[in-house]
């Protein structure tokens, strides 16, 4: 099984600010990879898939980076509405998620 | 707009049974490949398992966790996916969503491209 490590667990930044989410695999996924984004009460949203590349309708803010083992989610600038919990998710064997990283308002 | 309606969920006792639903619209759902992931609450994402269209042979695959207890099933004809649950045990507490698979590339796709509200289905005695 893939094991998908998300760090920080928090981060804690203010609107305006840049964020800067890790997901490392414990073997090689490619570029087989996925972002969530899930706030309270709600069901996930696909941000980013094939680390990437940008679902329908998911902002420019949004950015993802990486290959192999080591992938990188980037919200450029954080809006109000982006302070939520971000998932990856892997596709290469099978699917594992990772724990989740919170963005929450410092 | 996709639209996926989860039902079917409650309180079961463990060792029991319950099957839940999943109405969908907005797509040609006969060619979609489905999944359900789950989540405990408080916890992060599950995958469960996945069916993919009778077009791409309609099998099914499991999660490790629930392999053997849980079935996924589909009625194109009324545009409804299933996951009956058996032998239900307190860990299989969680939400659980229906969620389509896209953005296909060789010869899978990643599970969670739409998502519907989820149900909820409690394990306890």
């Known amino acids: 099984e893939v094991v998908l490590t998300q760090s920080p667990a928090t981060l804690s930044l203010s609107p305006g600010e840049r964020a800067t989410l890790s997901c490392r695999a414990s073997q090689s996924v490619s570029i087989y990879l996925a972002w969530f984004q899930q706030k309270p009460g709600q069901a996930p949203r696909l941000l980013i898939y094939?680390?990437?590349n940008r679902a329908t309708g998911i902002p420019p803010r949004f950015s993802g980076s990486g290959s192999g083992t080591d992938f990188t989610l980037t919200i450029s600038s954080l809006e109000p509405e982006d302070f939520a919990v971000y998932y990856c998710?892997?596709?290469?064997?099978?699917?594992?998620f990772g724990g989740g990283t919170r963005v929450e308002i410092k | 707009e996709v639209q996926l309606v989860e039902s079917g969920g409650g309180l079961v006792k463990p060792g029991g049974s319950l099957r839940l639903s999943c109405e969908v619209s907005?797509?040609?759902?006969?060619?979609?490949?489905m999944s359900w992931v789950r989540q405990a609450p408080g916890k992060g994402l599950e995958w469960v398992g996945r069916?993919?269209?009778?077009?791409?042979?309609?099998?099914?695959d499991y999660a490790a966790p629930v392999k053997g207890r849980f079935t996924i099933s589909r009625d194109d004809s009324k545009n409804t996916l299933y996951l009956q649950m058996n032998s239900l045990a307190t860990e299989d507490t969680a939400v659980y969503y229906c969620?389509?698979?896209?953005?296909?590339?060789?010869?899978?796709?990643?599970?969670?491209?739409?998502w519907g509200q989820g149900t909820l289905v409690t394990v306890s005695s």
């Open positions: 069916i993919k269209s009778k077009s791409d042979g309609g099998t099914t």
């Open positions: 969620t389509t698979d896209g953005y296909c590339s060789g010869i899978s796709c990643y599970s969670g491209v739409d």
């Open positions: 094939d680390a990437s």
């Open positions: 907005g797509l040609t759902f006969s060619v979609a490949w």
């Open positions: 998710q892997q596709r290469s064997n099978w699917f594992t």
